[in-house]
């Protein structure tokens, strides 16, 4: 299995401009989420999905967008990029959702610069 | 809406010194996670604690989850340079019933081990 893969591993970008950092799992996780990594800021939730088709917002959900149209993918959206996203993102999976035991599988991120 | 706090937030030693690591939230867990990341990579779940009071030992580390369920430590002894990185925890958000949909971490504890 590869796990959790994410693409791309850098990108800049201009303010404005949008992308869609992709997340893939080959574990048949049930949920799937994306965190923003910033210094003394910790691991911060984005967006999550709890299966196939249903999507929630996490604690900073301004400024992005997800889907999750298969199991295995949960693309994250950026709708027009501003400097403020300047930040690590990581995508993560786990087993099941719903349920209080959640080990978290995280792949290996991608390093975003908005200039 | 829940919070859990980590301290301190970088910790120095030197190679073969103890190192301590605690995590506190402002309401009771269902179980805690904790988590370390190398310096440029990404989150690997170390372990999970569930009941009030328990400890687990892996080799070096040792975690406590508190007894009133709202704390938690993770304790290294005779660190070692491999130690190195940023250590999480992480606790569920309950979202009613019997649902969890989201993990919410500590800003985390960012060790550094001096040869």
């Known amino acids: 299995n590869a796990g959790v893969t994410q693409t791309p591993k850098f990108q800049v970008l201009k303010t404005g401009q949008s992308m869609t950092l992709q997340c893939a799992q080959d574990?048949?996780?049930?949920?799937m989420s994306w965190y923003r990594q910033d210094p003394g800021m910790g691991l911060r939730l984005i967006h999550y999905s709890v299966g196939a088709g249903i999507t929630d917002q996490g604690e900073v959900p301004n400024g992005y967008n997800v889907s999750r149209s298969t199991t295995e993918d949960f693309p994250l959206r950026l709708l027009s990029a501003a400097p403020s996203q300047t930040s690590v993102y990581f995508c993560?999976?786990?087993?099941?959702?719903?349920?209080?035991?959640?080990?978290?599988?995280f792949g290996p991120g991608t390093r975003l610069t908005v200039l | 809406g829940q919070q859990v706090m980590q301290i301190p937030q970088y910790q120095h030693v030197q190679e073969g010194e103890d190192f301590t690591t605690y995590c506190n939230s402002s309401t009771t867990l269902s179980n805690i996670q904790w988590y370390k990341q190398r310096p440029g990579g990404h989150p690997v779940f170390l372990i999970q604690?569930?009941?009030?009071?328990e400890v687990k030992k892996q080799k070096r580390l040792t975690f406590q989850f508190g007894e009133a369920k709202k704390n938690s430590s993770l304790h290294i002894t005779a660190t070692q340079t491999t130690d190195v990185g940023t250590y999480f925890c992480?606790?569920?958000?309950?979202?009613?019933?019997?649902?969890?949909?989201?993990?919410?971490f500590g800003q985390g504890t960012i060790l550094t081990v001096h040869p």
């Open positions: 993560a999976s786990s087993p099941r959702a719903g349920v209080s035991y959640n080990e978290q599988f």
């Open positions: 992480a606790g569920p958000r309950y979202a009613g019933g019997t649902s969890y949909g989201k993990l919410t």
């Open positions: 604690l569930v009941k009030s009071g």
């Open positions: 574990m048949n996780h049930e949920y």
